[in-house]
């Protein structure tokens, strides 16, 4: 997926009154000093770029699942789907809340074992067992 972007990158300095607000939330949230490449195609549309923000922000934050667990599952959609840019970005999130290279290659055996039974019962079609099934 690297190479050249479809849409010019926005810089702050090039942004309008609404993107700037939005990318001053993620610096000031993100406690960081520099605004990432997704951001940047996405400030285009301003009102897709606040909408994705605010939806990363909300589900991103702390609740039943920690900040790593979150970014674990990120890093596991991500390669899953194929998304160069989401599998760096987010790798470099969980090791920034501490994940480890033992746990990015389990992490990883597991997303493509996952993949791999997915595709045999996809492909076989067992009937779900009914102890699978939820209970009333």
């Known amino acids: 997926m690297s190479g050249k972007p479809i849409v010019p990158l926005i810089q702050y300095e090039d942004a309008s009154e609404a993107v700037r607000a939005v990318y001053d939330d993620i610096l000031a949230f993100r406690k960081v000093d520099w605004i990432n490449n997704f951001w940047k ?16 922000r909300e589900v991103m934050a702390p609740g039943a699942l920690d900040p790593l667990t979150k970014e674990l599952i990120y890093i596991a959609v991500s390669a899953t789907n ?10 470099a999130a969980a090791r920034s809340k501490g994940m480890s290279e033992a746990q990015l290659m389990e992490l990883l055996a597991v997303v493509g074992m996952a993949n791999e039974t ?12 009914v102890q699978f099934e939820p209970r009333d």
Not at 82 to 91: Q, W
Not at 118 to 129: E, I, K, M, Y
Request: charged share 20%.
């Open 41 to 56: 195609v996405l400030a285009h549309d301003p009102a897709l770029l606040k909408r994705t923000w605010e939806s990363v």
């Open 82 to 91: 194929g998304c160069e840019y989401c599998t760096y970005s987010h790798t």
């Open 118 to 129: 997915n595709r045999l019962a996809n492909g076989l079609r067992p009937p779900v067992d």
